[in-house]
């Protein structure tokens, strides 16, 4: 099993920045991708960002240029750097990764005001 703990939401203006951290219960570099996903109200859950294992990243066309994906195999946290933070970034942002089966951390609220 994977336990996964989201860290760093908040409330924050437009334009400005967060980071958010998910620590991962066991050792991340044999867990192949990890992930970021969103979910706003009244929306389904989308997919935001995701790293492999060996560092390749995908973005939602909405976050490319402002977020940035990355982890650190050494201390089993995966981060997502998000810049020009606008209105419609708000939602709870999730972790999820797949070990022979999906796993989800416990969501953080990011809210953006205009």
């Known amino acids: 099993q994977v336990q996964l703990v989201e860290t760093g939401g908040g409330l924050v203006q437009a334009g400005g920045s967060l980071r958010l951290s998910c620590a991962a219960s066991r050792s991340i570099d044999i867990i192949n991708p990890m992930a970021w996903f969103r979910q706003a109200p009244g929306q389904e859950r989308e997919l935001v960002a995701r790293?492999?294992?060996?560092?390749?990243?995908t973005y939602v066309d909405s976050v490319k240029g402002r977020f940035t994906i990355s982890r650190d195999n050494a201390k089993n946290t995966v981060y997502l750097q998000m810049n020009s933070l606008k209105p419609e970034d708000t939602a709870i942002y999730y972790c999820y990764t797949f070990y022979y089966q999906g796993y989800w951390g416990q969501g953080t609220q990011v809210t953006v005001s205009s």
């Open positions: 790293i492999t294992n060996s560092g390749s990243t």
